[in-house]
């Protein structure tokens, strides 16, 4: 039988489930289901009977996923009543976004803008390496308000567990980066930033012409000021990617379309391995 996966299922009942959450979390979480009445009374339920369905833990679960057909791709299982509260977050900041233009709800913008570059040199496509892995704290504290970067910081894990092949603990690790995928607002929370950076490298040289768009790591600026863009996300300790940085010629790629003076040259992808089958 399928494992339910609907909200009720995962967050409204306590009765007989437990949620984890992260101690500086608790507070929030413990509001939250107080003003939900379903959350609240399965709360009371299980309280009653003497048992109390919030976990209070302080790591979250190092766990990979296939990226394509020879690698995988890390991600850190958060805490169940961390993950709610950290979706919560992550809509917020695509409202905000979205208000300036950047809709992470839409991938469109940037592949049409990647098509238009690719005719016309108007626009370059910026890519970079790890970049949810490279965001720290300190630039999430000098670029947020205040008031944001307490939240984002007390839903957040400080410590991940990697578990051996037999999924006992091998290794506790203190993390220095802020986020990473599989935290619910990290996306948000990246796409946020690196458009924080493009675009006061753009008001620092006055009046330009053309569009900033991001996606995630899938940065578009104007290509008069794609270099010192890259220059300034290296600055704040990103890694560019130059393989898939396309600022001169006619080929630019963004958000999975590959454009060559305007014509659609994706390739075909091999996801899974002849040899391991996965």
Known sequence: IKERSDIFAKYGNLEHGVIEVTPRAYPRLMAIIEQTPTMYRSYLTARLSGRNPIRIT???LVKTVPKNSTIDRTIL?????NNYLQ?????CIRRKLRAVGIDLCDQTTNQELARVGSIYGSHATIDL???SDT???????????????????????????????NGKTNQVVRWHMFSAMGNAFTFELESLIFYAIALATAESKGPFVGR???YGDDIIVPNSLAHE?????????????????????KFRESCGAHWYRGI???????????????
């Open 212 to 214: 900033i768009s991001v």
């Open 129 to 131: 390496s790890s970049a």
């Open 264 to 278: 659609d040259v994706k390739p075909f992808y091999i996801r899974i391995s002849i040899v391991t089958g996965k």
């Open 77 to 81: 299982m958060q805490p169940t009543g």
């Open 87 to 91: 979706k919560a977050l992550g809509k």
């Open 58 to 60: 302080g790591k979250d």
């Open 229 to 249: 863009v890259c220059e300034n996300l290296t600055a704040c300790g990103f890694i560019v990617n130059d393989k898939k940085t396309h600022i001169a010629g």
């Open 135 to 165: 965001v720290n704290s300190r630039i999430v504290y000098e670029l947020l308000p205040y008031d944001w970067y307490v939240e984002l910081e007390a839903l957040r894990c400080d410590y991940g567990v990697i578990l051996d092949s």
